[in-house]
């Protein structure tokens, strides 16, 4: 069972920053394609954006496209979600998850194997 410990949730302005992190508990990044999640109240949970096991390919939602930056940093064994030009609606909890499909970055939560606690943001206007 890999456990997924994320970090770096809390308050921040409209336009400004966060940086996400997540590390798998007893197992190597590099043997998973990573995702962040997200769910407002009231709202199911969508998928923000994906990394392949490589570290080499990436997708990502429109509404954070240009603005997030999903990474795999393997020397570190984390995971980041760089968010950038915050806006009032990103206000979730995020959440990370592990797959261990071996091809392309997953966009759809059924594809992933482990998740996160979850990490509140909250964005002011």
């Known amino acids: 069972q890999v456990q997924l410990t994320e970090s770096g949730g809390g308050l921040a302005q409209a336009g400004g920053s966060l940086r996400l992190s997540c590390t798998p508990s007893?197992?190597?990044?590099?043997?998973?394609?990573m995702g962040w999640f997200r769910q407002a109240p009231g709202k199911e949970r969508e998928f923000v954006a994906g990394i392949d096991l490589s570290g080499s390919y990436t997708a990502y939602a429109d509404s954070v496209k240009g603005r997030f930056t999903i990474s795999s940093e393997y020397y570190e064994n984390t995971a980041y979600l760089q968010m950038d030009s915050l806006k009032p609606e990103d206000t979730a909890v995020y959440y990370c998850a592990a797959s261990r499909i071996t091809t392309g970055p997953r966009s759809f939560a059924d594809e992933y194997d482990y998740w996160g606690q979850g990490t509140q943001v909250t964005v002011s206007s």
């Open positions: 007893g197992r190597q990044l590099r043997r998973y394609a």
